[in-house]
Nanobody, 113 residues
Framework: QLVESGGGLVQPGGSLRLSCAAS????????MSWYRQAPGKERELVAT???????NYADSVKGRFTISRDNAKNTVDLQLIGLKPEDTAVYYC?????????WGQGTQVTVSS
């Protein structure tokens, strides 16, 4: 099970920290990712952190978003800074260790003045 938190309404240029709490599987064995889906658009990959701690980001968020994980707490966070209106979306936490894959229910991030 994956449970996201931390979404909300923020002004352009603002910051948020999203958190995802995992349970029911061996967290440290899974690559963890954040995806987002804006209205009328397909779900897109935002950031990934591997079991070894390597990170990858979508070009649109590089330098603004930071993904991190805490294997002791079974959590993965996404720090968002310099938010733009185009970052508005539902953000989903994902755990993957093929063939197993889990999704959270999503948390809404709205960037608006």
């Amino acid at each position: 099970q994956l449970v996201e938190s931390g979404g909300g309404l923020v002004q352009p240029g603002g910051s948020l920290r999203l958190s995802c709490a995992a349970s029911g599987f061996t967290f440290r064995a899974y690559a963890m990712s954040w995806y987002r889906q804006a209205p009328g658009k397909e779900r897109e990959l935002v950031a990934t952190i591997t079991t070894g701690g390597s990170t990858n980001y979508a070009d649109s968020v590089k330098g603004r978003f930071t993904i991190s994980r805490d294997n002791a707490k079974n959590t993965v966070d996404l720090q968002l800074i310099g938010l733009k209106p185009e970052d508005t979306a539902v953000y989903y936490c994902n755990a993957e260790n093929r063939p197993w894959r889990y999704w959270g229910q999503g948390t809404q991030v709205t960037v608006s003045s």
